[in-house]
């Protein structure tokens, strides 16, 4: 059972406004209230934004053939094919109707670090075909995690922590993040309108694994949150897009490390039949770090709730149970 109909509202938070005090309250109320909220006057032109929507859709517009050259290895870099995800597999008839692109740290083959899990070389466009692609997409990726740290201080404030508290070299300075362009195909080419009620979702119903998510949208609503998840019937609500800002919501490491305080909300993408791109830059911690109750979160009337988990072992819990094997793709990359 549910019902979605209505837009929810959400607190903005300029990293430009010079009282930190007034944007660690905004932040706050947010995190308790629904674990999404906007950032505004981050610092990247609206010019180059529009240029990676424009390199994104160059890309998701190449032959299949083309796109399953690069299709996702083992360390979740390159392409992911229409259905290759399932988020709500409980609610979900087929996997989620979007295909993408993951973006990791760039890790050369022959550095010892690309043994590690979400570590290694990134697979590239050829130049030929798409020239001006990894420029714009390193480009991109170091200026979302500029501003990923900046949002991060803001959130150790609200948890009473040290503004640096994240910038730790076990925490942000040696981050997992990850980069993902996304297409959701129009409707009227595929017949594929989300239907919650038939379990067709552009992407099913799920929460983000790790610290925050920094969400670009085109103008196409989509996007759903349910604050409540244990409601019966699920309350459903729109996030509108926000031009030139991010959408930024909570992970479920953050929702461990605050014990519950914080929430990382169940969301997910229902389309009703208009062509979609969005680009999700998720923050990590470092593989090493332990995941476990932060000192502000607990007391002897609200011990922890999560036992301590490294970064490393969490995720790649989630992307296992998450993506198809790739053994399903034994003549992608032919």
Not at 8 to 30: F, G, M
Not at 253 to 272: A, K, P, Q
Request: hydrophobic share 35%; with cysteine.
């Amino acid at each position: 059972m549910e019902s979605s109909t209505s837009r929810t509202s959400l607190n903005c938070i300029s990293l430009a406004d010079p009282d930190i005090q007034r944007s660690v309250a905004l932040l706050k109320q947010a995190c308790l209230d629904s674990g999404f909220f906007y950032v505004l006057d981050h610092g990247i032109s609206q010019e180059f934004m529009d240029e990676v929507f424009a390199q994104s859709k160059m890309f998701f517009e190449l032959p299949n053939s083309e796109k399953m050259k690069l299709l996702r290895d083992e360390k979740n870099r390159g392409y992911t094919p229409m259905l290759d995800e399932i988020l709500d597999p409980e609610n979900q008839v087929n996997g989620d109707y979007k295909e993408g692109y993951y973006i990791g740290v760039e890790v050369p083959a022959d550095d010892p670090q690309s043994e590690r899990p979400f570590f290694g070389p990134n697979q590239w466009p050829s130049e030929e075909v798409l020239p001006k692609w990894r420029d714009v997409m390193e480009q991109y990726h170091r200026e979302a995690l500029r501003v990923a740290k900046s949002v991060a201080r803001i959130i150790a404030l609200a948890l009473n922590l040290d503004a640096d508290f994240f910038d730790r070299p076990e925490m942000l300075g040696d981050p997992i993040a990850t980069l993902r362009l996304l297409h959701y195909e129009g409707g009227r080419e595929t017949g594929q309108v989300s239907n919650p009620s038939k379990g067709v979702y552009g992407a099913g119903a799920h929460s983000d694994y790790g610290l925050i998510t920094l969400l670009a949208t085109d103008d196409v609503v989509g996007l759903q949150i349910c604050k409540d998840r244990n409601a019966q019937p699920q309350v459903w609500e729109y996030v509108a897009p926000v031009k030139g800002g991010f959408i930024v919501n909570l992970g479920d490491m953050l929702e461990r490390w605050s014990n519950g305080i914080f929430r990382s909300t169940l969301h997910r993408v229902v389309l009703d039949g208009r062509e979609r791109y969005s680009i999700a830059y998720f923050v990590e911690p470092s593989h090493d770090c332990v995941v476990e109750c932060l000192p502000t979160c607990k007391s002897e009337a609200n011990p922890p709730k999560f036992p301590p988990i490294t970064c490393s072992a969490y995720l790649s819990q989630r992307y296992k149970d998450t993506h198809a094997d790739l053994g399903s793709y034994s003549d992608g990359k032919a």
